[in-house]
């Protein structure tokens, strides 16, 4: 039930949360900051923005040390984000490698959680 005007505003908040870990977050807080622009971006409907962010949030995380929890969510970006574009088989693709991820992680909360995100994207 939300309105444009809600989605705007939902994008700008992300938006600003974003560039506030830039100026004082590590790593984790900036990868999760592009996640989460590309997140609420692939809700709202802005393909693009969504894909630029997913992958911004899925390249800082290869090459930099966060949990693999986290590489895996970026997976799960990258996967939504696509879907909002309406790319099945990158979308599949992506799924895929955070499911593959994620049989790596130990933690059943943080498997969880990411488990969780999948859930909501349409895919394999």
């Known amino acids: 039930g939300r309105t444009p005007a809600d989605d705007r505003q939902m994008l700008t ?3 600003a949360s974003r560039a506030l870990w830039e100026e004082i977050g590590g790593d984790e ?5 592009d996640w989460q622009v590309a997140h609420v971006a692939a809700l709202a409907g802005y393909a693009d923005v969504s894909l630029e962010f997913a992958a911004a949030a899925y390249e800082r995380a290869s090459e930099t040390d966060v949990p693999l929890w986290l ?5 799960e970006g990258l996967a939504r984000a ?6 099945e088989a990158e979308r599949d693709a ?8 994620l049989e790596q992680v130990d933690d059943a909360d943080d ?3 990411i488990e969780g995100q999948l ?6």
């Open 13 to 15: 908040l992300a938006m």
């Open 29 to 33: 807080q900036r990868v999760t900051g």
């Open 71 to 75: 590489k895996a969510s970026t997976c």
């Open 82 to 87: 696509h879907a909002a574009a309406g790319h």
């Open 94 to 101: 992506w799924v895929l490698k955070a499911r593959e991820l």
């Open 111 to 113: 498997r969880g959680l």
């Open 119 to 124: 859930a909501t994207v349409v895919g394999p």
